[in-house]
């Protein structure tokens, strides 16, 4: 089994910056893909940002520039720094991680709240 617990969401003014992160813990030899997802109201999920074992990243072109993907294999933890933020970032932020002969389409954290005013 595999938990995540994601921290760091919260309010926001425009403009500003959060780091949200996402621990991974339990029985698993290796994590492949850990990906930041969000889902606004009345809209549906959508990939952040992604990033690879290999540390290769993927942005969505709506956060290219301002967000940035990054992980710590030894903590088995995904970071996702968002600066310049805009009130059409606000969403629920979700951590899904791929493991090595897990489930397929990877395992979800519980989702955190990022509200950004203007």
């Known amino acids: 089994q595999v938990q995540l617990v994601e921290s760091g969401g919260g309010l926001v003014q425009a403009g500003g910056s959060l780091r949200l992160s996402c621990a991974a813990s339990?029985?698993?030899?290796?994590?492949?893909?850990m990906n930041w997802y969000r889902q606004a109201p009345g809209k549906q999920r959508e990939l952040a940002a992604g990033i690879t074992d290999g540390g290769s990243t993927n942005y969505a072109e709506s956060v290219e520039g301002r967000f940035t993907i990054s992980r710590d294999n030894a903590k088995h933890t995904v970071y996702l720094q968002m600066n310049s933020l805009k009130p059409e970032d606000t969403a629920v932020y979700y951590c899904n991680v791929r493991i090595a002969g897990g489930r397929l389409g990877g395992y979800w954290g519980q989702g955190t709240q990022v509200t950004v005013s203007s």
């Open positions: 339990g029985s698993f030899f290796r994590i492949n893909a």
